[in-house]
């Protein structure tokens, strides 16, 4: 075998692992918003934080992608502080022109999955200016990378995208069909949801 027939044989290898690793994390974080809302698992936080935590779970999994590791910090990215990590990655794309991107990563102290914000460099590979830079750490990042132009501006800066793309509207989650859907809070179809009582309610985002 050729050396470009090895070097495709071993991409086509890593393109099938990904593939599968990312329908395994679509169905994990699935199972894990459904359990939150059923009370199969459960949350410290507020019920609005525990709502928006499972919502976010549920949005995710479907619209969200893997994000490869390795990427390199820029010189002088310090650190940023714990639990504000939709402001320093707001903070570190703008200021490193890096990308930024959100969804679920871990695990970590907080668990198996949290909400969480990260950059990207060039490659659209995973650079957190929150977490250690740990790098015997198996940490996954599963989200959407969201466009410099979109991030909140003003008093909104800092806050979570996908809690403020959100908010006040409703997911309706198909059991059967396991498809979410987003709807404005003021359709006629919320008022139907909420009278079937398996509304899923946006009120903030639930950082870590």
Known sequence: ?????????????????????????????ADYGAAILTGTVRLSGTSDETTTHASAALWVSEHGRLFAPGGARPAGMARGEPLECFANAQREGREHDLGYAEGFAGP????????????????????????????????????????????????KAGSSVI??????????????????????????????????????????PAAR
Request: net charge negative; glycine share 10%; proline share 6%.
């Open 1 to 29: 075998m050729s050396a470009r027939n090895t070097h495709a044989a071993k991409a086509a290898r890593r393109a099938a692992r990904a593939s599968a690793d990312e329908r395994a994390i679509r169905t994990e974080l």
């Open 108 to 155: 970590s102290e907080a668990g198996r999955w949290i909400l969480h914000a990260w950059n990207t460099d060039g490659a659209g590979r995973v650079i957190d200016p929150t977490w250690d830079d740990d790098p015997l750490a198996r940490c996954q990042y599963f989200g959407v990378p969201v466009a410099a132009g979109d991030l909140p501006p003003g008093e």
């Open 163 to 204: 809690g403020e793309l959100l908010v006040g509207k409703l997911l309706d989650w198909d059991r059967v069909t396991g498809r979410v859907r987003l709807i404005d809070g003021t359709d006629p179809i919320a008022r139907a949801i909420l009278e079937r009582g398996e509304p899923l309610l946006f009120s903030g």
